[in-house]
């Protein structure tokens, strides 16, 4: 199958910083990527969804402002957590669809723990 | 929301047969995914069903009956690898993944 790679798996930052998680296809031009975020023992919640060239489409609630998302080639997008905060701390996983298929892969995703 | 549904826990033990049950608001439906997720890992991908029926590969099966916006993961010969959370994903529109809760099964020797 397709592979997704995400970068980084960990990554502990201090309160206020911001973090850069990216996620690249590599086997494959993925048109639209997703990203989610999953806190312990709670199921995947998208963040939003993210189309090479253009926009990404927030979910209600997501703050577009603290979490960037850019998806400059159709084969990376980048999530960025700015002014990171302790309740930031979670799963963040990414995924990305080859248009071909139905199916979407994932990334091995990060897991962001703000100190 | 999309109010899929699934139980929280599930248990039985090596060799046996669970089936996880998966409920879903049936409009716009488009598809229904189901995923395995380890602790702290990524999900992976084991079906996706699109028509009514059963889909069978290896020892998993997946049900769906898109009238009842109902579907099931049916595990057979369990294994200790296969203690992991299971997780029903409805497809919205073209793209766009739903997910439930997700179901613990632990499997005990």
């Known amino acids: 199958g397709a592979v997704v790679s995400q970068h980084p798996s960990r990554v502990i930052c201090k309160s206020g910083t911001s973090v850069k998680i990216e996620c690249r296809s590599l086997?494959?031009?993925?048109?639209?990527m997703f990203w989610y975020r999953q806190f312990p023992k709670q199921s995947l919640m998208l963040m939003a969804t993210s189309n090479e060239g253009s926009k990404a489409t927030y979910e209600q609630g997501v703050e577009k402002d603290k979490f960037l998302i850019n998806h400059a080639s159709l084969t990376l997008s980048t999530l960025t957590v700015t002014s990171a905060h302790p309740e930031d701390s979670s799963f963040y996983i990414c995924?990305?669809?080859?248009?071909?298929?139905?199916?979407?892969?994932f990334g091995q995703g990060t897991r962001l723990t703000v100190v | 929301g999309q109010n899929i549904d699934q139980p929280t826990e599930m248990t039985a033990t090596e060799g046996a047969i669970v089936q996880i049950n998966c409920t879903y608001q049936t409009s716009g439906f488009n598809g229904l995914f189901w995923y395995q997720q380890h602790a702290g890992e990524a999900p992976t991908f084991l079906s996706y069903?699109?028509?009514?029926g059963l889909e069978e590969k290896g020892r998993f099966s997946s049900f769906l009956s898109r009238s009842k916006g109902y579907s099931y993961l049916l595990l057979k010969e369990l294994q200790m690898k296969d203690s992991a959370s299971y997780l029903c994903a409805r497809k919205d529109g073209d793209y766009k993944l739903s997910f439930g809760a997700g179901t613990t099964v632990t499997v005990r020797a």
């Open positions: 069903n699109v028509l009514d």
């Open positions: 086997d494959f031009q993925a048109t639209t």
């Open positions: 995924s990305a669809r080859d248009r071909t298929s139905p199916e979407a892969f």
